[in-house]
């Protein structure tokens, strides 16, 4: 059996002095360190957390600006197509009026020129039938005089055409 003397009695008591030293001046130390570590940790973790929430929120702006750019884009380019249109009409509705007017006027020419000429035609006959006249009454009546006048009258007509 087992004896007890002084020796297994030194033996347990330097056995629990070594162990409650190097709790007290090991494990504790080193507790404290795994504390420390731990306590370090979940600071850089609720950082990284407020970091990623910030980010997030960054990135959800960011998104908001870029698809409110896009509706103004979109706005922006619907206004200049709208004001090209209605300037596209305006210049084709001016081009429209000037385009009635330059022919009203070329109507107006040519109307004022057909008068003139015809004005101009009509005096002409009208010396020659007055020549044709006065050398009929200047010469003597009879129906071979008128016949010589009319053919004269054809043949200087001609001429001048």
Not at 11 to 25: C, D, E, H, R, S
Not at 34 to 54: C, G, N, P, S, Y
């Amino acid at each position: 059996m087992l004896k007890l003397d002084w020796n297994l009695l030194l033996t347990v008591l330097n056995l629990l002095i070594l162990a409650g030293a190097m709790w007290y001046f090991l494990f504790k130390p080193v507790r404290k360190i795994l504390e420390a570590r731990q306590a370090e940790a979940d600071r850089e973790t609720a950082l990284m957390k407020a970091k990623t929430a910030d980010a997030e929120a960054m990135k959800a702006r960011y998104e908001k600006s870029l698809a409110d750019a896009e509706e103004e884009r979109k706005q922006i380019l619907s206004k200049a197509r709208k004001q090209a249109d209605e300037e596209y009409k305006k210049i084709v509705n001016n081009a429209k009026a000037t385009a009635r007017r330059i022919e009203a006027e070329a109507s107006e020419d040519i109307a004022r020129s057909k008068a003139r000429i015809l004005s101009d035609a009509e005096q002409e006959i009208a010396d020659m039938i007055a020549l044709a006249t006065e050398k009929n009454v200047g010469e003597s009546y009879g129906s071979d005089i008128d016949n010589a006048l009319y053919n004269q009258f054809l043949a200087e007509v001609e001429e001048k055409s």
